[in-house]
């Protein structure tokens, strides 16, 4: 069969519910590319470079992020599942790279220097999480185990080494994740820490985790999450300026004032695209961190609400489409990588309005971010592979209940099988 043919095979598995997710993802990168150039090219002509400086390297990781995906959907769900230590041990690799090779940005180490770019590997981090954890999840559904955390710990096996090789194989699933979130919180990064444990953590739940389990595991996030919080001087202040950024307008409330007045200045209508003044060095971090302001501002109130309507759609497309697999790795797959791309863009739009401690949490697609917008393309690709694969899988294995129901009729009779299979 030809490649052609092949490929079109494979379309007939590609559901309405696949075919909206890549739209939003296509309006949502455009959104990003026209807010990129027009948050940077002042900055850009400012510090004596070209106005396209920052526009270019945003479509040079885009293109790159392309190229991923198709690799990604190249390789299959089954490879990608199957070298999932190989994933873990990459980018344990690189952060510890970052650690000792690494550039500081702000008072924190996170980047490595590839030329003119950056690479960020706590970002790969977060779908290399949830690879992982989808990986052995999956494993435990299809083996019959109970998806559980804390009862392994008071239901260990007896013995010395049998306690250690019980505890090591009962976290295996959350291993992964917790290992590259301690070496990112060292960066230190807690934000995105807790985003690479938080939706391997989501997944458990996913995959049916006893409810009283998953209260316990909140209540211990909650209480880890507040102790990490107000141990730490700057994320303390962070905390309480989040109440009234405006006490220290001038200090820690700066960027979330600076920040909400360049959002309510776009009125219900917007200045109008390229005609925000907040992105010309009064913003921090307005190409970034807050480049939704700089869109909420150029677009409005109505701007800012198909961006948000946009997200909610990812979301529910996403969740449409692992709802229609049976298999549990492909399923807990697109879960997470939707959650991971969808709650990131919330999370990112509450902090730019001041309903979430700032942090380093981009916006997908639209907050400039080479390593960012590659992981969230790659994604893509992972979700789009993991669909068409699972639903493929659904098919083969109908056809073969239809071929053995139909053997079954046809066995009396004397006829020869025609299982192919």
Not at 235 to 242: C, T, W, Y
Not at 281 to 295: C, G, I, M
Request: hydrophobic share 50%.
């Amino acid at each position: 069969m030809s490649s052609r043919g092949h490929a079109s095979d494979k379309m007939k598995y590609v559901p309405d519910s696949l075919r909206w997710l890549i739209a939003i993802t296509g309006v949502l990168i455009v959104i990003g590319c026209l807010n990129i150039y027009s948050s940077t090219y002042y900055m850009d002509i400012y510090d004596g470079g070209s106005a396209y400086k920052h526009i270019s390297n945003h479509i040079l990781f885009l293109l790159g992020g392309i190229f991923a995906a198709w690799i990604a959907v190249k390789l299959g769900t089954n490879k990608i599942r199957q070298g999932a230590w190989l994933w873990f041990i990459a980018v344990f690799l690189l952060l510890i790279l970052v650690k000792f090779a690494g550039i500081s940005v702000n008072g924190a180490n996170r980047w490595i220097m590839l030329g003119p770019m950056s690479l960020q590997p706590s970002e790969l981090a977060k779908v290399a999480g949830i690879i992982w954890t989808a990986a052995f999840l999956a494993k435990r559904i299809n083996n019959k185990e109970p998806i559980t955390v804390f009862y392994g710990i008071l239901n260990r096996p007896a013995g010395k080494r049998r306690k250690r090789r019980g505890l090591v194989h009962h976290f295996l699933p959350i291993l992964c994740p917790a290992v590259l979130a301690t070496i990112v919180l060292l960066q230190p990064d807690m934000g995105t820490a807790a985003i690479i444990l938080f939706f391997p953590g989501l997944l458990y739940i996913l995959a049916g985790m006893p409810f009283l389990e998953i209260l316990a595991g909140i209540v211990t996030a909650v209480c880890l999450g507040g102790y990490l919080a107000v141990v730490s001087a700057y994320r303390a202040e962070r905390m309480a300026i989040l109440w009234d950024p405006f006490a220290d307008p001038l200090g820690a409330g700066y960027q979330i004032v600076r920040s909400l007045t360049a959002v309510g200045s776009g009125g219900f209508w917007g200045q109008g695209p390229g005609e925000g003044v907040y992105k010309f060095l009064y913003l921090p971090e307005q190409h970034t961190d807050f480049a939704y302001a700089v869109f909420s501002q150029e677009f409005g109130f109505i701007g800012s609400v198909v961006v948000m309507c946009l997200f909610m759609g990812f979301l529910m497309c996403g969740f449409s489409c692992a709802r229609q697999l049976k298999q549990p790795y492909e399923s807990l797959l697109v879960y997470g990588l939707t959650l991971l791309i969808s709650v990131q863009g919330i999370i990112n739009m509450a902090m730019v309005i001041g309903c979430f401690p700032v942090t380093g949490i981009p916006l997908p697609f639209i907050s400039y971010g080479g390593t960012s917008l590659l992981t969230n393309v790659t994604s893509l690709g992972l979700i789009w592979g993991a669909v068409i694969s699972g639903r493929e899988k659904s098919d083969i294995e109908e056809r073969r209940r239809m071929i053995k129901a139909m053997e079954g009729q046809l066995a009396p009779s004397g006829r020869k099988s025609f299982n192919h299979f």
